[in-house]
């Protein structure tokens, strides 16, 4: 598979929240794998820090 994996995340008071559901909503549409998690949080540093190692984990499977 030559796509890329794609890992989206968003926290429920993000003020980005609704375009983030729509462009999700599009790749639920047109069949395009994706990893979508909605969370507690806002768009802010507090959000970022308390998903980081999540981020890390995910991008990691799959490296020797």
Do not use: C, M
């Amino acid at each position: 598979d030559q796509r890329p994996r794609l890992y989206l995340d968003i926290g429920r008071l993000d003020p980005y929240l609704k375009p983030a559901s729509e462009f999700e909503a599009l790749l639920t549409q047109y069949r395009v794998p994706h990893t979508w998690l909605l969370n507690e949080g806002t768009h802010d540093e507090a959000y970022w820090h308390s998903q980081v190692e999540a981020y890390l984990r995910w991008y990691a499977q799959g490296w020797e």
